[in-house]
């Protein structure tokens, strides 16, 4: 087993002993459950719970990135590893031994998982010399140098070394001593004592020469962890994925942040559901006003363009006459928005009623629905229509690359006073800058833009 394995396996015996702990102060040990003596029970849950997380923590990951490496990436590994463990083992234990203490299980797992992991950056750094990995670095591109230098990358892992890809140039790694070429890394993996290596091929290297780096540590017992030059991609992020039993690469143009975005969609479903609520009385008052302020429909129905180009059926209160969009054409001289998208102001089109419903964005309601059903979001860029969609450049097609919203940077900072590419450049802005904290902070600032009244 390399020391590797064993800081591996270690941190997985703490956090072992941290759900038992977590189990004890729900009172397992107090309770039986169905026909069974406590300390049978209190065994049962215990080897439910610790085949659970053993079992999910190897399926995601838990131990891929240590918490010294990067505090943030562990946390959010061991919140989802624990809240799926505490979901298949919870609804185990509550069919055989009806379970005591559910709640205090999570939040006392939750808390301790998490200090556990806050508290080894506590240690002082001479007692984790004895546990920093040598590593090995398998290749030359620009991955390796930013993974290797400063005391930062030199307090959490122990770089022992390179060896390049045939035709690579050395000049990147001067802080680093060449253990040979790559016919010799049987020799230097085995006299080196190597715990796990760092591959980062660059565009020079042939694909037949880093899958034989990839076989090679695998005889040798070796993790791997995969820095190829061809994902430097500034904005976008890449994941793991399956299909027909194959493994691949997602790349993705928002991070892939399973907890935060099911965080996202929890809050989109209760925000929604809400506000439909809150504002029934609003949403019949605006129906009403409609139907009784001109001849037509109190829906406007129109297929809008969502998440990498699907479309969706959107409806909004109709704010203008029957027939107003056959005009659009006639009128696109007078439009104030340059690009696809078209926007005059004192629409003729509009109606009376329509004019007040705009301005305070009130025929935007029904959209709620849309959000509620999955084919928007709260926050996300507007979206468009497909005709729009059909003229964008190359770049500008990339804000469709995520789920539309009922608000966005654009709606709150820069509505009806920015040009078109400006407008992307915020979506895009949105895009790769996404948190649930930027959620956050547009919904509170589009209440203020909502009551200013800024809409066309």
Same mark, same amino acid.
């Given at each position: 087993?390399?020391? $590797? ?30 026909? !069974? ?25 838990? !131990? ?64 984790? &010399? ?8 398998? $290749?030359?591109?620009?991955?390796? %140098? ?34 040979? &070429? ?63 039993? %194959? ?14 975005? #099911? ?53 909004? #209160? ?41 301005? #305070? ?30 003229? !964008? ?64």
């Amino acid at each position: 087993m390399t020391r $590797g394995s064993n800081f591996r396996f270690a941190g997985c015996a703490i956090d072992l002993g941290c759900i038992a702990a977590a189990l004890s102060m729900a009172g397992i040990w107090q309770h039986p459950g169905r026909d !069974y003596p406590v300390w049978t029970t209190a065994t049962i849950r215990l080897a439910i719970y610790w085949s659970t997380w053993i079992l999910v923590s190897q399926r995601l990951d838990t !131990y891929l990135v240590a918490a010294s490496r990067s505090l943030g990436k562990s946390l959010r590994s061991v919140v989802e590893t624990w809240a799926v463990t505490w979901g298949i083992a919870g609804l185990i234990d509550v069919k055989m031994l009806e379970s005591v203490g559910t709640w205090k299980t999570l939040v006392g797992g939750l808390l301790l998982l998490t200090v556990v992991r806050v508290l080894w950056l506590k240690l002082p750094v001479a007692a984790l &010399q004895g546990w920093r990995a040598r590593v090995l670095v398998i $290749g030359t591109c620009d991955s390796a %140098r930013s993974l290797t230098v400063g005391s930062d990358a030199r307090s959490k892992m122990n770089v022992i070394g390179f060896v390049p890809f045939p035709g690579e140039t050395t000049d990147g790694l001067p802080h680093l001593r060449q253990l040979g &070429q790559l016919d010799d890394l049987q020799q230097v993996v085995t006299g080196q004592n190597v715990d796990f290596a760092l591959v980062c091929p660059s565009d020079q290297a042939v694909t037949g020469d880093v899958r034989s780096v990839f076989r090679q540590c695998d005889e040798a017992g070796l993790g791997v962890q995969y820095f190829p030059s061809f994902l430097d991609l500034d904005h976008l992020s890449v994941s793991l994925t399956w299909a027909a039993d %194959r493994p691949g690469l997602a790349i993705h143009s928002q991070p892939n942040q399973s907890l935060a975005q #099911f965080c996202k969609r929890t809050i989109d479903v209760i925000g929604a559901g809400a506000g439909i609520v809150l504002l029934a009385p609003v949403l019949l008052g605006c129906a009403l006003a409609v139907k009784l302020g001109s001849r037509g429909p109190i829906l406007f129905h129109q297929t809008r363009v969502g998440k990498n180009g699907a479309t969706f059926d959107c409806f909004k #209160f109709r704010t203008m006459y029957v027939g107003a969009h056959e005009l659009q054409e006639k009128l696109r001289s007078h439009s104030v928005q340059d690009g696809p998208a078209f926007k005059i102001p004192e629409d003729p089109r509009v109606t009376g009623v329509g004019r007040m419903l705009r301005k #305070f964005s009130l025929d935007e309601l029904p959209q709620l629905f849309s959000v509620l059903f999955g084919d928007m979001s709260l926050v996300g860029p507007r979206p468009p229509i497909p005709s729009e969609v059909k003229n !964008y450049s190359w770049w500008q097609r990339r804000r469709i690359s995520v789920k539309p919203g009922l608000t966005c940077v654009w709606q709150v900072w820069g509505r009806n006073r920015v040009s078109f590419k400006r407008w992307v450049e915020m979506d895009l802005f949105y895009i790769d800058n996404w948190s649930l904290w930027l959620d956050l902070k547009l919904i509170a600032h589009t209440f203020q833009a909502v009551l200013r009244g800024t809409g066309m």
